[in-house]
């Protein structure tokens, strides 16, 4: 099982990532300039400021050479990953529904946050079980993750919001508490919470590594 | 060469926290009467073929499931 973990210019947890998925397989680092992903088995995409986040979150990054790769490595069924900025990137390449908006407070938030597994099938939280409840922080500015009602409501009725931020705390004013959204065939996952940041309790909570354990076991070694 | 403007704004019925907060903020500073602020993006290009603009705003400068986007051709005396 080899995780690959895409660096774009202004990437910033692209080495967090990396060492969590090191814990449960072989990681590399994908240079967004290589359209190349150098035959791993699952992709991350992680969380910064890509591209200076100009012009609009994740707009720039979504035509990186390697932005290609993943794409076609996601229509082929292959599973990919989206932490924050890396969500914001999958949503602006039309791999994910909906869009990511300012946080209704305007403010930067920094905290932890409680997020529910509302579905616990996907290659991404098949470790966890429905309805448990995961501690991982979030931060992040442009998190309220929406989307057109029509699509909000089929998103809903097919079960693709895999996480939801726990009753009273959501921290950005996103659409249906959602925390994280997965795409129609269920295998490429975006979020705003950081499970990078929390796999090794002496940082607070090792729930995050629930995700990467997931992975690893969703493809065969 | 066309000199255009791309006016860019988050669609109608998207809560838009910073027009609110500029709403707010207005009447603190003695301007009465003021609603509806929408904050938003300005694009100026100069571009050979001002019918590709739109194409540009669909791909690019705008993301049209959030954001409205309105383009103005300048003249170019004034510009």
Known sequence: ?221 | MTRARVLIRPKEGILDPQGQTVERALPALGFEGVGHVRVGRLVELEVDDVSQVAEMCEKLLANPLIEDYEIVELDPAAA
């Open chain 1, 1 to 221: 099982m080899k995780f690959g973990v895409v660096r774009f210019p202004g990437s910033c947890d692209e080495v967090d990532a990396l060492q969590a998925c090191a814990r449960y397989g072989d990681a590399e680092l994908l240079w967004h300039g290589d359209a190349d992903l150098r035959g791993v088995d699952a992709v991350v995409v992680p969380g910064g400021f890509s591209y200076g986040d100009y012009l609009r979150v994740g707009a720039i990054a979504r035509f990186s050479p390697v932005m290609g790769e993943v794409a076609r490595f996601a229509r082929g069924g292959g599973p990919v990953l989206g932490i924050c900025n890396g969500f914001q990137v999958l949503c602006e390449a039309g791999l994910l529904p909906g869009a990511l908006l300012p946080n209704t407070g305007l403010r930067f938030l920094c905290r932890r946050v409680e997020i529910v597994v509302e579905r616990a099938g996907t290659a991404f939280t098949r470790a966890c079980a429905e309805g448990e409840r995961l501690s991982i922080p979030v931060k992040h500015t442009t998190g309220r993750w929406w989307a057109p009602p029509d699509v909000a409501a089929s998103v809903e009725a097919s079960g693709q919001v895999a996480l939801r931020y726990a009753p009273g705390q959501n921290p950005n004013g996103s659409l249906g508490d959602v925390a994280g959204v997965a795409n129609e065939a269920g295998n490429v996952l975006g979020l705003m919470p950081h499970p990078e940041h929390a796999v090794d309790p002496l940082t607070g909570s090792a729930d995050g590594g629930r995700l990467f354990e997931s992975l690893a076991a969703a493809v065969p070694a």
